[in-house]
Structure formats: C-alpha cells, structure tokens
C-alpha cells in the first residue's frame, strides 16, 4: 500500500498570504490529522478530520482552517501568513475506528517558510 | 488534559550497545495508547513501537522493546544492538479517545561508529 502523501513538499509565502496545503491519506484509512512541528514549540494537533467531518480541534486560531473530501483527501488552508506560522506541517492518516485509538501513519510533510 | 514529558534532550550510544530513552505521561483516560515514533533527518516520522495500556506485556519489535510501567506512567523505549540508521529524533507520544496525539519534546539519539 503507498504511504500517506503530501504536496507540496516545500513552500515558501510572504506574510499576508494564503497557502493550501494537501494530504492523501493512506488507502482505505478515513481520518487524517494535522500537526504543526517548530523548534520552540514541538509538536502540536491542529484538527482531525473524519468522512468529511471536523472530529477534532487543537488551540490554533481561525485563520487555520482544513476540509475533507468524499475520497478522504485533505486540504488545510492558512490565511494571512505570519512569520511564526514557518514550520514543518504533517498530515496523518488513520482508520478512524470508533474510540479512535488507532495508529496514525504520518506523511513527509508540508516544509512552509513564511518571509 | 494529557502531557508527555521526556526530559532527556539528547542521547549518545555506541553502535551495536543497547540504550534506553525514557518517557513518562499523565492522563486522566483509563483506555489509551503510547508510542514511539522516530523522526530523522528526512523528517519522515516513523512508528517505532505501540503499546496499548490495557495490556500488561510490554511491545516488542525485533531490536525495539518497552519498559511499561502503568501505575508510574512511565514508558520508556530500549533499542537493542544500536545501528548507525537508528540515528534520529525520537518522541513518546500518547492518544485517548479523542484521537489527538500528544507529543513529548522529543530526545535526539546519536551514534557512535
């Protein structure tokens, strides 16, 4: 089975820009998770989305925004660049099975530089 | 709220030595779940090893093993036979039921030829 995969694989924005971000998750596998990977800050949840659904939310402001498609795709969105929004974003995939304990798989991940 | 705490920022092991990279967690879920993923430096993350916390024995897999320690909320990951390609970023990292991964600061595990 491919992994989980993500485009682009380096993105570089000004501030006061937008950029979309994409993830395929592995076949057959319903949800995809987001997370935000910096230096200061580590690893950090964004959102979980599940058939098409926002499951789950981490403390990011509303200028990060995701959505789901029907085949499972996922797309998140960030509005209004910052500096402090440079960093390493991964997408993960899972079953989603109910309790939602499964193993993610991560992607290689979103390398956004925001100048 | 959960937290992972891994407070051991860097690691040193000669090849072919075991080392053990300690973790501990708190949560207030009674079902959950640890790992341990590996991050190097393509920054692909790599799941290394699981562990459910309703079972007893502690994961294995091949060279990787845990220490589970439930009632301590400890969870610590021994690499076994230490190979150059084990070089890399580790991070504990816990769920519940709410799907979100926690992660632990991460320790970075070099090694020595």
């Known amino acids: ?115 | 709220a959960q937290t992972v705490t891994q407070s051991q920022p860097e690691m040193s092991v000669q090849e072919a030595e075991t080392v053990t990279l300690s973790c501990t967690y708190d949560t207030s879920e009674s079902d959950y779940y640890l790992f341990w993923y590996k991050q190097p430096p393509s920054r692909q993350m790599i799941l290394v090893i699981r562990q459910e916390a309703y079972k007893q024995q502690n994961a294995t897999e091949n060279r990787f093993s845990v220490n589970f320690q439930k009632a301590a909320k400890s969870f610590s990951l021994k690499i076994s036979d230490s190979q150059l390609g084990d070089a890399a970023m580790y991070f504990c990292a816990l769920t519940g039921a709410n799907s979100k991964l926690t992660f632990g600061k991460g320790i970075t595990l070099s090694v020595r030829p």
């Open chain 1, 1 to 115: 089975k491919a992994g989980v995969t993500q485009t682009p694989r380096y993105l570089i924005k000004t501030r006061g820009q937008q950029v979309t971000l994409s993830c395929s998750p592995i076949s057959g596998h319903r949800s995809v998770s987001w997370y935000q990977q910096t230096p200061g800050q580590g690893l950090q949840f964004l959102f979980e989305y599940f058939s098409e659904t926002q499951r789950n939310k981490g403390n990011f402001p509303g200028r990060f925004s995701g959505r789901q498609f029907s085949n499972s795709r996922s797309e998140m969105n960030v509005s209004t660049l910052e500096l402090g929004d440079s960093a390493l974003y991964l997408c993960a995939s899972s079953l989603g099975s109910v309790g939602n304990t499964d193993t993610q798989y991560f992607g290689p991940g979103t390398r956004l530089t925001v100048l």
